[in-house]
Antibody, heavy 125, light 109 residues
Framework: QVQLVQSGAEVKKPGSSVKVSCKAS????????ISWVRQAPGQGLEWMGG????????NYAQKFQGRVTITADESTSTAYMELSSLRSEDTAVYYC??????????????????WGQGTMVTVSS | EIVMTQSPATLSVSPGERATLSCRAS??????LAWYQQKPGQAPRLLIY???TRATGIPARFSGSGSGTEFTLTISSLQSEDFAVYYC???????????FGPGTKVDIK
């Protein structure tokens, strides 16, 4: 059974960066897209971007372009999300999530069936 | 960017009753639509994908329908564990932005 285990909570100053990890265990890593989704306190879900580890290139939501970097390390089955120029509005729980099925050419996209436990990032001076 | 809307924002239902939740896309997403359930302090759980296919382990009381721009999630007989927030999500335009609806909270009447 595949599990995604994320790194622990972070407290950051405005203007700094945070890097959250998401380690997959128990199954295939490289051929499934991993996305990052965040949720501000009391708010809804917001997709930030995703990556297909076997290709290594990421796709980002326009809102986060230039501020987020998503990477993956196939050797350790770990995905990373780094968010820079942090502001108070970035205070949120950050989730990684895996696609339901493996990547295929011309695949439109997929639902997320496996989620990490979430990482709370607090931005405060 | 495809905008997802959900209605109602809050749905008050008695246990055993039927709940019908709606989701609308600003443009067609074909059947590339998923529904998630989220309880406080937990990660979302996939209920439905492909607009109408139940995910593994999801009870038959959950059903999804629709295509294009209009979608519905129906919970046929609400159980106590079903009181939660429900989100729809389109995944039609990868590598474009994948978007979630704002959610519908189902609470106890």
């Amino acid at each position: 059974q595949v599990q995604l285990v994320q790194s622990g909570a972070e407290v950051k100053k405005p203007g700094s960066s945070v890097k959250v990890s998401c380690k997959a265990s128990g199954g295939t890593f490289s051929s499934y897209a991993i996305s990052w989704v965040r949720q501000a306190p009391g708010q809804g879900l917001e997709w930030m971007g995703g990556i297909i580890p076997i290709f290594g290139t990421a796709n980002y939501a326009q809102k986060f372009q230039g501020r987020v970097t998503i990477t993956a390390d196939e050797s350790t089955s770990t995905a990373y999300m780094e968010l820079s120029s942090l502001r108070s509005e970035d205070t949120a729980v950050y989730y990684c999530a895996r696609d339901l099925s493996e990547w295929l050419p011309h695949k439109q996209g997929d639902a997320f069936d496996i989620w990490g436990q979430g990482t709370m990032v607090t931005v405060s001076s | 960017e495809i905008v997802m809307t959900q209605s109602p924002a809050t749905l008050s239902v008695s246990p055993g009753e039927r709940a019908t939740l709606s989701c609308r896309a600003s443009q067609s997403v074909s059947s590339n639509l998923a529904w998630y359930q989220q309880k406080p302090g937990q990660a979302p759980r996939l209920l439905i994908y492909g607009a109408s296919t139940r995910a593994t382990g999801i009870p038959a009381r959950f059903s999804g329908s629709g295509s294009g721009t209009e979608f519905t999630l129906t919970i046929s007989s609400l159980q106590s564990e079903d009181f939660a927030v429900y989100y729809c999500q389109q995944y039609n335009n990868w590598p474009g932005t994948l978007t979630f609806g704002p959610g519908t909270k189902v609470d106890i009447k």
